[in-house]
């Protein structure tokens, strides 16, 4: 993954500051993730980053499951672990190709997000 951010928030936001943060129009894309040096801390800080020029790499099924899935994926059991790894990855990816990059959007926005939202 690769990202050019603009004036990244680093903070603990609320879910209210989150919702927020992911309806925003002119956002070309919101990306929210563990702060990755302090994912063990009680604070669980978040990065934020909202308007900015996002170029995902998304991990392949062999990737996933083999755990060498690039940050953000790296990320998401910490957020989403009501949901199996394959429930979180694979829901709408009508694929048995384990070469198919998933789709980071859908991956990662529908279940991490809004489970954030909810939980926290």
């Not at 940050?71 to 070469?99: G, I, M, Q, W, Y």
Request: aromatic residues 12%; hydrophobic residues 35%; contains cysteine.
């Amino acid at each position: 993954m690769s990202y050019r951010p603009q004036l990244p928030l680093h903070t603990n936001l609320s879910p209210q500051d989150v919702a927020q943060a992911l309806t925003e129009p002119n956002a070309v894309y919101t990306l929210l993730y563990w702060n990755l040096n302090g994912v063990a801390s009680t604070a669980r800080e978040i990065l934020v980053y909202g308007k900015a020029d996002y170029k995902f790499e998304s991990a392949t099924k062999k990737q996933w499951w083999a755990n060498e899935t690039p940050s953000p994926f790296a990320c998401l059991s910490v957020l989403t672990n009501h949901a199996s790894k394959e429930e979180r990855a694979f829901e709408n990816v009508n694929t048995d190709d384990d070469d198919r990059k998933l789709d980071a959007k859908s991956c990662f926005l529908k279940w991490t997000l809004p489970t954030f939202i909810h939980n926290h």
